[in-house]
Every structure is written in C-alpha cells, then in structure tokens.
C-alpha cells in the first residue's frame, strides 16, 4: 500500500488518484483499499470495509512489522515525518537492501485479496489427440489409484497419443542434387502410463522412411508422388524405477532410485551430438547425487548397453553391424557443468573395426557476459590400414554465446570446430543430421524437405558459424541470421576440397497455441564444387 503525506501527494492513477479509494494521511491517518482501479470500479465499494487508523497506530503497526522482520530496532526507528517512509513501508536509507520487506499496513483488504484470483484466466493449451484416463497436466485432485502393484505404487492408468503434423514447400539444391518438393511428416508418441513412475512408449512417423518422406517432388519439369508410408515403430519401450517396484513389493516406500529402461530406446546425450539414435538395448541411471571428496554438488551417471541398431556411418547402412557398451556423466561442479562420456563400439562381424569413443566437455559462465562449453569427442582402436579406418581422429567443438543487456531476446553467438580423421558420434539415426548439426543452422537439418547444409561431417576440416539470435519481446517470435566458414585441413575428406562459405537465415512465430509458421533460407560458396541453396517455409500443427 503506498503512502503519502499532504505535500507530496502525487495525482498518479489520474482520475482515481482522488476518489475515496486512494490512502491519504491528513491529520489522523486513514489506510483504504488501494488496489487495481479497474478491479475496484467492477465492485461495490460500499461492501469494502473502511479501516480507519491515527497516526500512533500506523506508527506502532510500521515499528511491529520492522521488529517481526527481524530488522534491529536502531535501523528500525522512524522520525515522526511519514515522508521518511518509502512506498514500501520500510525506511528509505534502507531500501532495497535485500533485507526482508516489512509490511506497512496491517489492515485486511478483501478486494485487493481477491484481485490475485480475479485477475486470472485459462492459457489456452492444445489437448493430445488421444487423452484416456487421467487428464493430462490436469487440475484438481488427483483420484486414488488402483492397487495393482501395491499401495506404495498405486496404479493410474493412462493412454495419450499425441504429437505433430509438419508440412512443408521446398527449391533448391542441396549436395545431392536439386531438391524441389512438397514434403510431409506425421510424428506420432503414443504413450501408456501404468503409475506414476512405470509406462509403455512408443513413437511413429507414419508418412517417413528413416530420411525419406512422403512427397511430391519435382524432377526434371515433372511431377512425381513419392509414398513412403511405415507404420514400424521407431521406439518402443518401458521405463521405470526399480526402487520403487522393488519398495511397493515389499509394501514399503521406495528405498531408493534407480530408473531404467529397455527395448527401442532414444538415446541423446550432449544435445545430440554424441549420440542421437534410437537403438535395440537398455539404460540404467544413477540420479541427482554428489560427493563432498570431488566437490561434485550434483551429478547424473547413465550406464547404456546396446544389442542392435546403430545407426553410424563408422558401419555404412548396416544397422545391425554393432554393439555398445557405455556410460554418459553429467556433473554440476567448478564453477560450471561437465559432461563425460565412454563407449566400446563392438562390430560383430569384423573386430578389427570396433573402436572406442570418448568425449568430454566443460560449460560455464565468463565474467558474466559470455556463456563458453568447449568438447571434445576421440575415436581410436579401429585395427585397420588407415585409408580404410571409418571412426579415428578428433573433433574440438567451441560454443559460445554473450549475455546481452537484453539476454532473452538479443543473443550473438560463434561457434567453432576443427575436425582430424573421421570423427563420428556413437550413433546418429538417418533424420538426425550430421555431427556438426548444433554448429549453426547452416549444417543443420531440416528434417523434412532436404535443404541444403555445407559439409556436416567434420571429416579433415575446421569453421564455424556466427549469429545473432533474435526473438520477440514475449518470446513469441524468432529470427536468426547467420555466416559460416568452412575449409579443408587434410585429404580424406572429398567433399570439401577447398573453402566453402555460407549465410543463412531463419523466421518462425506462432499462428496460434498449436500451429507455427517457419521459413529457411541459405546459400553456399563451394569452390571446386557446385554452390548449394535454398528456401523453404513450413507449417507445423502439434496436438
């Protein structure tokens, strides 16, 4: 509630600055509902009870919330001057000194109590397609579930199915060739919850074929249909907690937490550039612990085994070729977070190309004004004469972005790499881009329509991007402008045998809570090889 003497009052809510809602001191000291006008014009004012307080009062109730506030009562002592109290009710030598606020005014204010729920409304959100059972991210209290695994691990079962329906319109030519098409994609995740830490899951792209999808494409002034319909699932798995099952067979609470999952699981780690597949095995995870020893405040430890289906060109187009065996570490501590990572990657038909993979990164925050992670990523143990070795060498990956003064809507960023040999990730499935996808939006992919990338395997080469990152005051919006650089440092890449350089750029917003609009340009500089170039734009529908 502000406060005000005589002299200083100020007319600041215009009209409503002198009607009988606004507090005044004159005299003997009167303290009255000072809440949103617009509110107060829509309610009976007559109904607001009036409370009237002298000048002692106010003062002893000022001096009462100072004490309860813990502030000491030598800082706490007003002169008799009300103008020596801010609008906040708390001495003015002491505001804003991150000490607890005090209250100024102990009086009841029904109206302005219920503007905080008045003044509410309903977000509109996009229900899932299919929402059997409990409501998804519903209000009000949650029904008792069914003992079905006990009563420490209480049986709700639920169905959804929902995900997105992309569409897009593309010309250009990308490293393949042209690429002039009307492309679209169905992702679908269907998902089953039995408890609160048990379910089913499954996702379908129905109108895709691992990079391809169902089009019409325009080849040579002809226009040709391409139907790639596939109902096989492209994950399907179980997760939970054996903790908790373990605690609800015992019919006690959980004795500790160790989630797991099994089956045609997604693996990502390091934003996907590691490993981003979806592969034939199973992942156990050791959460949210610490160690006093190492100065570790929190860390994850993930421990995966993979029988089948890596996706990795270290193995060509053979999906079945290998195995993995690993572990992924992600740890907050120094100053910043550090993720670490081993995998043996295990041919199953020729040992000699089995080769390990290591990665390391480090993030954090530079004199608060520019946000660094530097990665790297190590193949070796392939036993094979060196032009024919598919997964060796290096890549050092840094990313860095500045803290503007406006840091959620202005954000400049430069990336940079530099690859030996023939680095490749554990596992990358066929939509998922190259290894340099997170460098710049000038090596990522689309994942729908094929627009053109420079070169994304870091094979032999070295560049980077740099950016600016704009979006919308209410985040509402995004636009992105880019430059890349790209040269060759080494012979065993063909793909790049001499400079390339790029720009791109990117817009999307939102049409409504559940469609998007997004449009794509590029252009690439390729010496010794045809440019590459493009343009798209996309409507994306989530449900």
Known sequence: MATATAANREPALGAHAQSESTPSFEGDAVAEFAGPPEICQT?????????????????????????????PPSRAS?????????????????????????????????????????SKRDVPTQRPWVEWGRVFYGDGITPRGRNWFGEKNLARPQLYVY??????????????????????RLNLDVDFQLTDTERFHTFIGPLDNGAEFT?????????????????TPLTGYFEGDLGVLLGAAGNRTSPFELPFTIGLVPLLFQNGIW?????????????ARHSRLLNWSNFDATFFAVVDQINSPAFGSNKHAAQA???????????????AGYAYVRDRNTSERSYHNITASYTRRYLDRISNSVRVIVNTGQDLPEAARTADGA????????????????VPYANFFVGWDRPQSVARAAGSGGILRNTGI????????????????????????????????????????????????????????DDQYAVGARYQFPISHRTLLRMDTMYGWRRGLEDVYGTRMEYRWKF
């Open 43 to 71: 309610k009976r004012l007559d109904l607001i009870p009036r409370t009237t307080l002298d000048r002692s009062a106010f003062d002893l109730s000022l001096n009462a919330s100072l004490v309860s506030s813990r502030i």
């Open 275 to 287: 490993m981003e597949d979806a592969v034939t095995g199973a992942a156990v995870a050791l959460p």
């Open 395 to 410: 890549l050092l990956l840094v990313e860095n972005s500045w803290i503007t003064s406006s840091p959620l809507t202005v």
């Open 215 to 231: 089009r019409v494409e325009l080849v040579e002034g002809d226009l040709r249909g391409r139907s790639e319909i596939d109902f």
């Open 442 to 497: 000038n090596f990522d992919t689309d994942g729908l329509n094929g627009l053109a990338t420079l070169d994304t395997t870091a094979s032999d080469t070295a560049g980077g991007s740099v950016g600016i990152d704009l979006l919308g005051k209410d985040l509402d919006r995004q636009l992105l402008l880019e430059a890349t650089y790209l040269t060759p440092h080494g012979s065993k890449n063909a793909s790049v045998p």
């Open 325 to 339: 065996f690993g572990t992924a570490w992600f740890i907050e501590a120094y100053d910043g977070y550090i993720e």
């Open 78 to 118: 007003c002169d008799n001057s009300v103008s020596s109290v801010c609008e906040t009710g708390c001495p003015a030598e002491y505001y804003n000194d991150f000490s607890p606020t005090p209250i100024g005014s102990m009086d009841n204010h029904p109206c302005g109590e219920q503007w905080v729920y008045d």
């Open 163 to 184: 995900g997105d329906y992309r569409t897009g319109i593309a010309a250009g030519r990308n490293a393949a060739g042209r690429t002039d098409n009307w492309a679209h």
